[in-house]
């Protein structure tokens, strides 16, 4: 008998939105667990005594010890146990790539499918936030010293939150109009919805921390006007930022969109409820994605919310090499997105007016490994075909925002642009400062983004509280 | 938030306002704008900064009321609220004594280039002026142009005031005159910064242009703003928005501009049966 015979192979399922009618709306498509199936779920874990899954996790939840809760039933002393480290369950729960990270070192997992841990954590979130009430969280006697966070994603609003549960003042500077950063502008609705987001924003900026918006660290302030301006430390969360673009002809034709302009449209400015709200989107009933990973994906399906008929979605290389996670792969299939894959755009044809018509292509075959260690796509010689659209999303990845590296002196950077920070604690090269997440890594997880906050914040209490003893 | 402490109606389609947002009026410098949005579910929309007053925290802004989000704002009163300004954005004019610099307005981009004409003035350049509109009614700043410059030359496209024409037939004649010219900024509708750099180009004069495409955030984030100039796409808000005229694609930002023309027939309709 091994320890998890009994056990049964497959994972409680976890219903969805029917297909059809989901294409039409923007609500959420996984609807998650009932209170029956989390405790089937978690009656699965096997409560390791030496869990292999919090290693697997950026900030370390204790894994056995919330699901345990469960099991019995108190789905609400679960949910705080999540919060000792992690502030924001029901985001992590819906987003987070659980296969590539706790559930993937789940000892069940073995020889069975792993304890499905993210959709147990979004349960006990959204039964607390359900119910409305999140107990505010200790915090320490404020030792008067006063950090200033630029960017409110989950690396931000994760330095934020611990540190203001150390006794620390907090001021985030965000410069857009809304808190959250890729959550509230990038990730959509029906993945994500912006209600709870704000609610878990809400929840962490509750312990005292002055959220400012509509501020552009390096044009209003720059970091080092913070430090000369009172604070004693300064954490910079500010993402990933600029699109990139394939600089192929006619990528500037209308009815060609960066994913970030598609979705910061939709979801941020609400352009899919034009014109209730003010802000207009142009997406025709044919529409080319050009990309493989997870903001692709969020492309195409919004676009067929949007009223496409058609979705392409157009990738250089195979399944097999797509970044994207598994499960948004295939909602997106079953959803009806058709894949190309093993092609990309060679230039953009436009009509009369200057409108997309033809997205031409070519095709391309996988040769040696490339840095990344995937295969490199090459182009197929006399290969090109077209495809008749009227939308294309450039979906092919960011590169670093020039304003606030370019403003702050004494920041080095690495070749590519990307603030350099020690990976242990986000020291920079500048005294003081710290960064962490997109700005550091590239584009990466709202997991690891938050990871880095919580390094960060412990080694920026550690900076002050040397500080503090030196100055007495 | 913004307070609006005062408002002048300058004609009945272009409005000053006077906002108070200290942080950014300590930084502003001339060329930059603000992103404004009014009400939570307005848009994002550019505005050049024309004046502030770092003392009492104020700026100011002059729009035109062409759509949807300028007429919301235009019928805000002294003493409203505008849900959300950020900025300043974009970078600064260059500003520096180049020696003769010829200083264009037309329409509401008087409002524009106002504040970078005084800044080059203040760095010690003859400055000449000359600012357009289509009639008597829409000319705007006329005398505050009039004060900084050592020159102005007003144009109506109907001759109620000043000479009947062009802001270019007034370059031309300048040039005419042998007025010896070092620099151009030229501040309008598209297909006028497009004419001026026509005639600035065969006379080898360096023409800056500020441009105006559509934007979302005004922070480099979203790529709506690309325009092409010297054949390499450029972001306007964080490139820009001043470019050099001759190298500027403006067939392309003009048909750009028109990207949501039957959404803004939808939004106002929308807005006036309100
Ligand atoms: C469409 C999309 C889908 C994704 N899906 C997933 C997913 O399913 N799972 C997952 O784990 N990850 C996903 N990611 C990646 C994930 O969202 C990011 O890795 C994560 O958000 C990075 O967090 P961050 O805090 O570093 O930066 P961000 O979330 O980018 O936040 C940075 C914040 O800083 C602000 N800022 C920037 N510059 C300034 C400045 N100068 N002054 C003030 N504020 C500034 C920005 O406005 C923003 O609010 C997705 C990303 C995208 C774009
Ligand atoms: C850097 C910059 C500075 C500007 N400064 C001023 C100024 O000082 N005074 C002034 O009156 N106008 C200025 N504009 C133009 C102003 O932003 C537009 O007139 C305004 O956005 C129109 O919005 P609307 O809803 O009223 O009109 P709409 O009916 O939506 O559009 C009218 C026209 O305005 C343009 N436009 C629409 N939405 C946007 C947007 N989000 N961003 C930019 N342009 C848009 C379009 O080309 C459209 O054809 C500036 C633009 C830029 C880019
Ligand atoms: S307005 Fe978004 S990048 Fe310029």
């Known amino acids: 008998m091994t320890k998890d015979s009994g056990i049964p192979a497959a994972r409680e399922p976890m219903s969805k939105q029917d297909t059809k009618l989901r294409v039409k709306n923007f609500d959420e498509v996984a609807l998650g667990y009932s209170a029956h199936q989390a405790i089937k779920e978690a009656s699965r874990c096997l409560q390791c005594e030496e869990p292999f899954c919090i290693s697997g996790c950026p900030v370390n939840v204790d894994i056995p010890g919330f699901i345990e809760l469960i099991t019995e039933g108190d789905f609400e002393k679960a949910f ?32 069975k499918e792993p304890v499905a841990i993210g959709r147990l954590e979004r349960f006990v979130a959204d039964y607390v936030l359900k119910k409305g009430t999140i107990k505010a969280d200790d915090v320490a006697e ?71 918006t509509n501020m552009v660290i390096g044009k209003v302030n720059t970091v080092d006007e913070l430090l000369q301006n009172g604070f004693n430390a300064v954490f910079i969360g500010s993402g990933a930022g600029l699109p990139r673009f394939m600089h192929i002809p006619g990528e500037n034709l ?19 409820l034009f014109p209730e709200y003010d802000t207009p989107i142009k997406s025709g009933p044919r529409v080319a994605v050009i990309g493989g990973g997870n903001v692709a994906m969020d492309s195409a399906r919004t676009a067929l919310r949007l009223g496409a008929e058609k979705v392409f979605n157009i990738y250089r290389r195979s399944r097999t090499e797509m970044p994207a996670r598994v499960e948004e792969i295939e909602n997106a299939q079953e959803e009806g997105i058709e894949f190309i894959f093993l092609s990309t755009p060679v230039r953009i044809i436009g009509d009369e007016e200057g409108w997309v018509k033809t997205i031409e ?69 500048k005294q003081g400062v710290f960064a962490g997440g997109d700005i550091v890594t590239g584009s990466a997880t709202v997991i690891s983004a938050m990871g880095a906050g919580r390094k960060a914040a412990l080694a920026i209490h550690k900076y002050l509280s040397d500080q503090r003893r030196k100055g007495r | 938030m913004a307070y609006i402490s005062e408002k002048r109606e300058l004609t009945p389609e272009i409005k000053q306002l006077v906002l108070s947002a200290p942080e950014i009026a300590q930084k502003v410098k001339p060329g930059q704008f603000v992103i404004v949005r009014c009400g939570e579910k307005g848009e994002r929309i550019p505005l050049t900064v024309v004046e502030q007053d770092e003392e009492k925290g104020t700026l100011s802004i002059i729009l035109q009321e062409v759509g949807n989000s300028t007429k919301k704002l235009g019928s805000l009163e002294k003493g409203e609220e505008i849900t959300d300004i950020a900025g300043p954005l974009g970078n600064p004019s260059e500003v520096r004594n180049f020696g003769t610099v010829v200083c264009i307005g037309g329409g509401v981009g008087t409002a524009m280039v106002y504040p970078v004409a005084k800044a080059l003035k203040g760095a010690g350049n003859r400055l000449v002026s000359i600012v357009g509109a289509k009639n008597r009614q829409l000319l705007i700043l006329e005398e505050q142009m009039r004060k900084i410059s050592d020159r102005l030359l007003v144009t109506t496209d109907d001759g109620s005031c000043g000479t009947h024409g062009f802001v270019t037939d ?67 808000c964080i490139d820009g928005p001043e470019f050099d005229g001759h190298q500027v694609d403006f067939e392309e930002l003009l048909r750009r501009q028109r990207m949501y023309l039957e959404e803004e027939k939808i939004a106002l309709e929308k807005q006036n049966s309100e």
């Open chain 2, 170 to 236: 007034a370059l031309e004649k300048l040039i005419a005159d042998g007025l010896n010219i070092d620099r151009v900024v030229a501040v309008g509708p598209v297909a006028m910064m497009s004419a001026v750099c026509r005639i600035t180009e065969k006379q080898d004069i360096q023409t800056i242009v500020s441009l105006n495409p559509i934007m979302v955030d005004g922070t480099g984030m979203c790529g709506a703003c690309r325009v092409t100039v010297a054949g390499e796409t450029k972001f306007a």
């Open chain 1, 142 to 212: 404020s030792n008067g010293q006063k950090v200033a966070i630029v960017g409110s994603g989950p690396a931000g609003l994760t330095t934020a939150w611990d540190l203001a549960k150390m006794g620390y003042k907090v001021t985030i500077f965000e410069g857009f109009h809304k808190p959250g950063g890729v959550l509230v502008y990038g990730i959509p609705e029906f993945r994500l919805p912006k209600a709870i987001v704000q609610q878990e924003i809400d929840s962490i900026s509750r312990l005292g921390i002055q959220m400012k």
């Open chain 1, 80 to 111: 705080y146990k999540i919060r000792e480290t992690n502030g924001l369950p029901a985001i992590c729960g819906r987003v987070c790539p659980q296969e590539s990270q706790c559930e993937k070192l789940c000892v069940l997992g073995k020889r």
């Open chain 1, 254 to 272: 209308n009815g060609v969109y960066s994913a970030n302009e598609y979705l910061t449209r939709t979801n941020l400015m609400k352009a899919y």
């Open chain 1, 361 to 429: 292509c070519v095709q391309m075959e996988l040769g040696k490994p490339d840095r990344s260690g995937r295969r490199r796509p090459l182009p197929l010689l006399r290969s090109e075909y077209t495809i008749e659209v009227d939308t294309v999303i450039v979906a092919i990845g960011t590169d670093v925002n020039p304003i606030i590296p370019s403003t702050t002196t004494g920041l080095n950077r690495n070749q590519r642009g990307y603030i350099i920070a020690s990976e242990a604690t986000g020291q920079t090269s």
